[in-house]
């Protein structure tokens, strides 16, 4: 990938503190709408890198984007994100995820209702919050 790539542009931006606040969102957005799912396991690693250096605004940002372009299958990866607590009120990316769930409620109860059944108990909680979005 090449530093003009628009996902490694906007990977650089969030990690820069001084970047514009709207043009990394712009980009963010310029990204999903390219539906393009080639980008995921990329921005999913980015997802992981965020969550890892604590970065709860990259968090956010890039769960949109992977929401956008993987849809209700994205629901796994989301939803594990959402289970590490970074200490924010992740209204973006519960948004994202209730959003998903509304979207494909079949889908959505195939993909959550293992992970209601994970070992770890956040991925647990989490998942059996989302499940409460489904309709009955």
């Known amino acids: 990938m090449t530093a003009d790539d628009p996902t490694t542009r906007l990977f650089g931006l969030l990690d820069d503190l001084d970047a514009d606040v709207d043009e990394t969102i712009d980009l963010a957005d310029e990204i999903a709408a390219s539906g393009d799912r080639a980008l995921l396991p990329r921005l999913e ?42 200490g924010d009120d992740q209204d973006a990316l519960a948004t994202e995820i209730v959003d998903l769930v509304h979207t494909d409620p079949p889908t959505a109860r195939a993909l959550l209702t293992p992970l209601a059944h994970s070992e770890d108990p956040a991925v647990r909680a989490r998942a059996e919050w989302a499940l409460h979005f489904l309709p009955d």
């Open 45 to 86: 690693a980015g997802l992981e890198r965020s969550i890892a250096e604590r970065n709860f605004y990259a968090r956010e940002l890039l769960g949109g984007v992977i929401a956008a372009i993987g849809g209700t299958g994205a629901l796994p990866v989301l939803l594990r994100a959402s289970a590490v607590d970074l």
